[in-house]
């Protein structure tokens, strides 16, 4: 599943100046989605557009959207003094040419410069993603092939189109892809990758326990705190298995994803990706009872009422650790009182590297919002609290944490003094 289009993360381009090109292909009136993102998202957009992208969307939309002005010519006395192309390609943190037809990958393979975008191409030391759209048949031929190639060998991310229905009518691969991706993209370019060579696998959401066929217990994780850490850890260069309950979280781009529903499915998914990874992340809130004895058909209404034996789940996260040799392991405690208590103790038991306690009775913290305040606290005993912060900047947080433990791991014993 791919991230839905108005799915994107805030702030995550805060700081940042996205120079955005946009070519002559239908798909231009995506040009103005993905401005619309990536002003989102906390980036500062300038818009450059090739005279037949202005054949498909006016420089008016893009303006509006951006809150800057467009530049389109290279010969225009105000645009050359205001938004000149030496100008755009200095200010560029990142550069994307979105879409980016066969004509204009053509001339960014081979230096050709006749209009201000691809003069700006030129122009530019920052690092460039290109997403092509055109006709399948387009796609395929061998000289756009090659043409993406020499991009790549030079370092431009291409990112890939979608196949699908096309607009001139054919099926196949050419289709734009989705604007949220394209920010996501732009997002990992424009991070560090402190955390590539990791394989980060991390649960998220609730689970649930059937009573009978349509019946079930469960608790009020949404997965929204495990997916934002998936997200940042893609980011930043990790490879990330999420191994997700029942969420309506959407798929973070990059990530693989797993869907379970029951604790033991959860739990034996785990267990079977464990040897892949790097680090573990619990995150998933997951049940501790289950119903002892789930009916096989649909409980029948009983006036009397009636009484739900539980049984209860045996806790994975100790055995993980027993076996865990250089892995990380970070576990969660939603707790509702005596948070720092019941979170060290956790630690201790679960025999964990680093525990990420929040309060999860609280309004703007815990299960369903985007927002959250926890306490971290790690076995060297440091312990730390965030303010409130986005779930995205708290899976940041932590994932700090995870490159500090992973560099504390690997310093070398110190060669004690030999006579
Ligand atoms: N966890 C687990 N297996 C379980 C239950 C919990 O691996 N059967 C993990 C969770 O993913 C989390 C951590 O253990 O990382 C703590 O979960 P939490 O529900 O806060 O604590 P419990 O150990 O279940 O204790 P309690 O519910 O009594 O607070």
Request: some cysteine; charged content about 25%.
């Amino acid at each position: 599943m791919r991230c839905p289009i108005e799915f994107v993360s805030m702030g995550i381009l805060t700081d940042k100046t996205v120079v955005v090109g946009v070519s002559g292909s239908i798909a231009a009136y995506k040009g103005a989605e993905l401005v619309r993102l990536l002003v989102t998202s906390g980036a500062k957009v300038r818009v450059m557009m090739t005279r037949s992208a202005m054949e498909f969307i006016t420089p008016l939309t893009l303006q509006t959207l951006s809150g800057e002005p467009v530049a389109t010519e290279i010969f225009s006395l105000t645009q050359e003094s205001e938004i000149g192309h030496i100008r755009l390609a200095d200010g560029a943190d990142a550069i994307v040419i979105a879409p980016a037809t066969a004509d204009v990958i053509a001339k960014a393979a081979t230096g050709i410069a006749d209009d201000l975008l691809t003069t700006v191409l030129l122009a530019a030391r920052c690092p460039l993603a290109i997403a092509p759209a055109m006709n399948v048949h387009m796609y395929e031929h061998p000289t756009v092939t090659e043409n993406l190639g020499k991009l790549r060998t030079r370092g431009v991310t291409v990112i890939e189109p979608d196949a699908g229905a096309l607009a001139c009518g054919y099926e196949g691969k050419g289709r734009l892809t989705d604007p949220a991706i394209i920010v996501e993209e732009l997002a990992r370019i424009l991070s560090k990758p402190d955390l590539a060579g990791e394989r980060i696998l991390i649960t998220a959401g609730p689970t649930q326990e059937p009573i009978d066929p349509v019946r079930f217990v469960s608790n009020r994780s949404t997965g929204k705190m495990g997916f934002a850490i998936a997200r940042a850890a893609w980011r930043r260069g990790a490879g990330v298995r999420l191994i997700a309950g029942p969420s309506a979280q959407p798929t973070p781009h990059g990530v693989e994803r797993v869907d379970t529903v029951n604790a033991a499915e959860m739990l034996s998914t785990v267990s079977r990706n464990f040897p892949w990874c790097s680090a573990l992340i619990m995150a998933a809130a997951v049940a501790d009872f289950r119903p002892k004895n789930p009916a096989a058909q649909k409980l029948k209404k009983n006036p009397r009422g009636m009484t739900l034996e539980l049984a209860a789940i045996p806790d994975e996260l100790p055995r993980f650790a027993s076996r865990k040799g250089n892995r990380i392991l970070i576990g969660f405690a939603a707790e509702t009182e005596d948070l720092e208590v019941n979170a060290i103790d956790k630690l201790r038991r679960k025999r964990l590297d680093l525990i990420v306690g929040n309060d999860v009775s609280r309004s703007d913290a815990g299960f369903a919002v985007d927002t959250n305040i926890v306490t971290i606290i790690g076995m060297d005993g440091g312990k730390e609290t965030t303010p409130k912060l986005t779930k995205d900047e708290v899976g940041d947080v932590i994932l700090d944490r995870l490159l500090a433990i992973r560099s504390a791991k690997q310093r070398p014993t110190p060669l004690r003094a030999t006579r």
